[in-house]
Nanobody, 114 residues
């Protein structure tokens, strides 16, 4: 079993920044991918960014140049630095750990509003 815990959401004005953190614990394998997904009301959950244990990253087009995903393998932790936030970034953000199985965090609300 793997436990996934997120933190760092909140309310921010357009143009502002937030940093999300996610830590996986339990039965962690040496090869894994961790990622951030988001789900806005009435919309499907979408992948925002992901990173492998070797450091390869992937981003959805709408956040390229604004969001940065990074990882600390020693802590099994990933971060999502979100800059130049827009109202359309408002969503519940979920962390995902995927190796031989996948596990989800409980989600953290990000609201971008003036």
């Amino acid at each position: 079993q793997v436990q996934v815990v997120e933190s760092g959401g909140g309310l921010v004005q357009p143009g502002g920044s937030l940093r999300l953190s996610c830590t996986a614990s339990g039965r962690i394998f040496s090869s894994y991918t961790m990622g951030w997904y988001r789900q806005a009301p009435g919309k499907q959950r979408e992948l925002v960014a992901s990173i492998t244990n070797s450091g390869s990253t992937n981003y959805v087009d709408s956040v390229k140049g604004r969001f940065t995903i990074s990882g600390d393998n020693a802590k099994n932790t990933v971060y999502l630095q979100m800059n130049s936030l827009r109202p359309e970034d408002t969503a519940v953000y979920y962390c995902n750990y995927r190796s031989y199985a996948q596990y989800w965090g409980q989600g953290t609300q990000v609201t971008v509003s003036s």
